[in-house]
């Protein structure tokens, strides 16, 4: 059977609505129990971080922030970053970003690809030193002129784009039927955002909500701020 193919008259408009996908042989052995994956590498720029890209944009050219011909500066590990410059390329706008010098050497060539100016900065430095990447981000937004710093780990957008758009998916393509949310934690925007969607979703249904998951590596600062309260040091 061959599907119709989707069309879009943007790359911006080709994000979200990506596909859940059951696995299959992996979980052969358990009874009454499912697992799907929610497959956002089919995003455009290749992950979930698409989506927050845009909704930022959206949020600051709403709010005036962000003006015609203006500069997105944002320190980012990659993946915010190539949804960043994806829609910026798009809509007209120039792109820098400040990298720790540990990401890859792809993810760096290919922001340069889609326009942006990469500047790399010392992974092996605290956060609040001038060299980090955090702090070269800030300064150079002081600095550019019409510059626009979105800062994706305090921005709103980041988890009211999963809020509106990767929680809704979720709940539609499960039917509802959704008993536990796992996901990954960085700026934990995702997992945050899906978690109210997905709580709000099952009240207005009369459903109780699923069970949220965040997986993190060991030696986690979030993991520590969960048991104690207190945010730790990378």
């Not at 002081?142 to 710093?149: D, F, L, Q, S």
Request: some cysteine.
């Amino acid at each position: 059977m061959v599907l119709p193919a989707r069309t879009y008259e943007d790359v911006v408009s080709a994000i979200g609505d990506t596909p859940l996908i059951k696995l299959n042989q992996i979980t052969s052995q358990l009874k009454n129990s499912e697992i799907w994956v929610k497959l956002e590498r089919c995003n455009p720029g290749g992950s979930i971080k698409d989506r927050i890209g845009l909704y930022m944009v959206l949020d600051a050219e709403k709010k005036g922030l962000l003006k015609p011909g203006g500069t997105i500066i944002e320190a980012t590990s990659g993946n915010t970053g190539i949804g960043l410059a994806m829609v910026a390329a798009q809509r007209g706008y120039k792109c820098i970003f400040t990298m720790p010098d540990k990401m890859s050497q792809e993810k760096v060539d290919l922001l340069r690809a889609l326009g942006a100016e990469v500047h790399i900065c010392p992974t092996a430095v605290e956060k609040e030193d001038p060299r980090s990447y955090y702090e070269v981000a800030a300064r150079l937004s002081r600095e550019v002129e019409n510059a626009w710093y979105p800062d994706q780990y305090s921005h709103a957008a980041n988890p009211l784009a999963h809020i509106m758009s990767t929680g809704p998916e979720i709940w539609t393509q499960t039917e509802g039927k959704i008993t536990h949310f796992i996901a990954t934690m960085g700026t934990g925007g995702t997992i945050t955002g899906c978690a109210q969607s997905l709580n709000d979703l099952s009240k207005e249904e009369g459903k109780p909500p699923p069970q949220v998951i965040g997986v993190d590596p060991v030696g986690s600062i979030l993991k520590e701020y969960f048991e104690t309260g207190n945010m730790g040091t990378p």
